[in-house]
């Protein structure tokens, strides 16, 4: 499947079937049957939802099923109040919203799960079906908010330590082989990719070599995706290769003023689907590092004179 980038135009094109939207995931908690069903049935068309009778049992739901956007639980419950079991997930699942129903005037309990951030919000039974709907659907917003936010901000992170490493590279190296396998390590590591390579191109011919991940046999040489790459110094994104070693392939140009200069490699076991500030973030750091690579020849060239 090909990407555009603005300014850029990736070559290559596979098409890549998109799954559908799966629902939130949910969890409801109470050792009452009959309530547990109704908030079952009142949420099963707009969420996945997950049951569990017992603060006990839904601890060990959450560790088979992983994190949940939403949790309603009631707060009065044999072996464990709802504030309790509510509070132990707060150290692995920090984004969950976390709902309480209550029937009991538990006003300390309350305060102190709410004041610590531990309950988003609390409905006194009986509770009116569409109060509590928009009370979940609002927290249901929340939680994607908030992942949004975390994603993002994970991004910048990782995409300022990936041009700061650049840089690093490009100020301590001494030779062009002790840039490479660096290089290739930081943005393997970045994009979480199973094999990475990056190969230096000197008056047309490929050289020197970086890698990280698993090792073989690479003849970047031969591949018809890195002549493209290298012929029309564009982008080529194959999210699936149909490859039975390596599901998904990236090959970036790393050129400086019409002049390829090495060639970049990510490779992935599966299928990927990358995102064009993912992709932005290869081009831009592909720049960075022809720089990094042409001061390096530079300071070599100067050392050796």
Request: a negative charge.
């Amino acid at each position: 499947m090909e990407y555009i980038i603005p300014e850029l135009e990736p070559i290559s094109r596979q098409f890549m079937t998109l799954d559908r939207p799966k629902k939130t995931k949910m969890l409801v908690v109470d050792d009452e049957p009959d309530n547990l069903d109704l908030l079952y049935r009142t949420f099963r068309r707009d969420f996945q939802v997950l049951k569990a009778e017992s603060g006990v049992h839904a601890l060990q739901v959450l560790a088979e099923e992983g994190e949940v956007a939403v949790i309603i639980s009631d707060q009065r419950m044999p072996e464990m109040k709802g504030t309790e079991f509510l509070s132990r997930t707060v150290p692995k699942f920090p984004d969950t919203m976390r709902i309480i129903l209550t029937g009991f005037t538990d006003v300390e309990d309350l305060v102190e799960a709410i004041n610590s951030g531990q309950v988003y919000k609390y409905i006194t039974k009986p509770w009116d079906p569409n109060e509590l709907k928009a009370v979940v659907q609002r927290a249901a917003e929340t939680y994607e908010l908030l992942k949004q936010r975390t994603e993002e901000l994970r991004r910048s992170q990782s995409q300022t330590a990936l041009l700061s490493m650049i840089v690093a590279v490009a100020q301590d190296a001494t030779s062009l082989e002790s840039t490479l396998d660096p290089i290739a390590v930081a943005f393997g590591q970045n994009f979480f990719t199973d094999r990475c390579v990056i190969q230096l191109i000197e008056d047309g011919v490929f050289t020197k070599t970086g890698t990280y991940g698993i090792s073989g046999d690479l003849d970047l040489a031969q591949s018809e995706r890195v002549k493209d790459a290298i012929a029309n110094q564009k982008m080529q994104v194959v999210t699936e290769t149909g490859d039975p070693e390596f599901g998904a392939h990236l090959v970036v140009p790393v050129t400086l003023r019409g002049e390829v200069l090495a060639v970049l490699s990510l490779q992935w076991k599966h299928p990927q689907s990358l995102r064009e500030d993912e992709l932005l973030l290869l081009h831009l750091s592909a720049q960075q590092v022809a720089l990094a690579l042409t001061c390096t020849r530079l300071i070599q060239s100067a050392i050796a004179a």
